[in-house]
């Protein structure tokens, strides 16, 4: 069986994690978790970046950042993982789902505009698959309407818009480094905070409402408790781990990329049954290979084609179940359709991408693809 998808290990993981139980810190804020936040406000000069337990704790983090009330809305792609709604919804905010565009799944400009009025506070984006969200219409149409922007950018890292970096765009975004994403601690994320306002804040929030970050630099001779927040740090084996794989994000996202074009240039406009592969990334965007999806033209005839590469060995997946009609949400829901998500929830599938994926692996899937 060809797995959807196998963990990458760099092999400096565990020499890393070696030197975290022969270090005198083995929890948050140490050397690795340092290491780590330096590399992404080099790399792609993101302001502030706090690395979190989970993608899902970054993104609550931004969520509490943005100090909703009972009554906010928050616009948010129904076409998505569980955690972008449910960050918002736990601070008391009412969250309206966009529909995704009918380029790519990204909800775009057009979908968000017709959902804002005087309650609405925050927009947040997915760029799904890595695919930029047209970013330039979303930041006018926030500032127009004076509202924060959010990039769920679990899928994005090394990603990019027009040049600038996918995470650095919004006033705050969140990454994640669960074992499905490009690079991974098992269980991770980040928090990135680009607009100054909320620096100060982000920091005590991650360390349990104190003021224990600015204690350790020297900047103040006691630390307390002054706000909210929870433990939101992973320790430093998870940041050593990470720590391993940054080292290494030009070979995987290479491999990744070589994975991706090799399935594109086997499979692009070859494929039967009204089976398409997926769309052009615009020109405002760059392709970070997180995944590879075809779009079916129904869910049986999805159903069909993953149980077809199933009995010949592949193993694949689908993407997302809409969270507008999920059964925590649907009872919640304005009663909107939302047929753009629908259609992806139906219709889309995931082919395996992973670094240990062999090149005759990729000929087998897509040989099994074209022979359908
Ligand atoms: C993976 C993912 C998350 C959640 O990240 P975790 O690290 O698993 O908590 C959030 N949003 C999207 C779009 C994701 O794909």
Same mark, same amino acid.
């Given at each position: 069986?060809i797995p959807f998808n196998k963990p990458y290990f760099s092999g400096r993981e565990l020499a890393y994690m070696e030197e975290v139980c022969h270090s !005198? ?23 502030? /970046? ?43 905010? #009412? ?99 680009? !607009? ?13 409402? #104190? ?84 779009? /079916? ?48 929830? !139906? ?15 990729? !000929? ?9």
């Amino acid at each position: 069986m060809i797995p959807f998808n196998k963990p990458y290990f760099s092999g400096r993981e565990l020499a890393y994690m070696e030197e975290v139980c022969h270090s !005198d810190t083995m929890s948050g804020n140490g050397h690795f978790t340092k290491l780590c936040h330096g590399f992404f406000e080099k790399r792609y000069g993101f302001r502030k /970046c706090l690395l979190t337990t989970s993608g899902t704790d970054a993104l609550e983090m931004c969520a509490m950042l943005c100090e909703l009330k009972p009554g906010d809305e928050v616009i948010v792609p129904s076409y998505t993982f569980v955690s972008s709604a449910l960050a918002f919804l736990r601070e008391g905010a #009412t969250v309206r789902f966009a529909d995704s565009g009918r380029e790519n799944p990204n909800i775009t400009a057009e979908t968000i505009a017709p959902l804002i009025n005087d309650k609405t506070r925050v927009i947040c984006v997915v760029h799904y698959a890595g695919v930029a969200c047209d970013m330039d219409a979303v930041m006018a149409l926030a500032e127009e309407h004076h509202l924060l922007v959010v990039e769920d950018a679990a899928h994005a890292i090394d990603a990019y818009y027009k040049g600038r970096p996918l995470g650095g765009i919004g006033h705050l975004a969140a990454f994640s480094f669960h074992e499905t994403k490009n690079i991974s601690s098992g269980e991770g994320g980040m928090l990135v905070v680009n !607009d100054e306002r909320f620096v100060r804040r982000s920091e005590i929030l991650w360390e349990k409402g #104190t003021n224990r970050a600015e204690f350790y630099r020297g900047m103040v001779n006691k630390y307390g408790w002054c706000d909210m927040g929870s433990s939101f740090l992973p320790s430093e084996f998870n940041a050593a781990y990470l720590w391993a794989q940054l080292e290494q994000i030009d070979d995987i996202q290479g491999k990744r990329l070589h994975i991706w074009q090799r399935y594109d240039e086997a499979l692009l406009g070859r494929l039967r049954h009204g089976i398409c592969v997926m769309p052009e990334t615009p020109d405002y965007a760059t392709n970070n290979a997180h995944m590879y999806y075809l779009l /079916c033209p129904s869910l049986k005839e999805r159903t069909a084609l993953m149980n077809y590469l199933k009995n010949h060995g592949v193993q694949t997946t689908f993407h997302y179940l809409p969270l507008h009609s999920s059964t925590y949400y649907a009872p919640r829901h304005d009663g909107r359709a939302l047929p753009e998500c629908d259609r992806y929830g !139906d219709c889309l599938v995931r082919l395996p991408l992973f670094y240990e994926l062999t090149d005759s692996e990729i !000929d087998e899937i897509t040989a099994l693809l074209l022979a359908y």
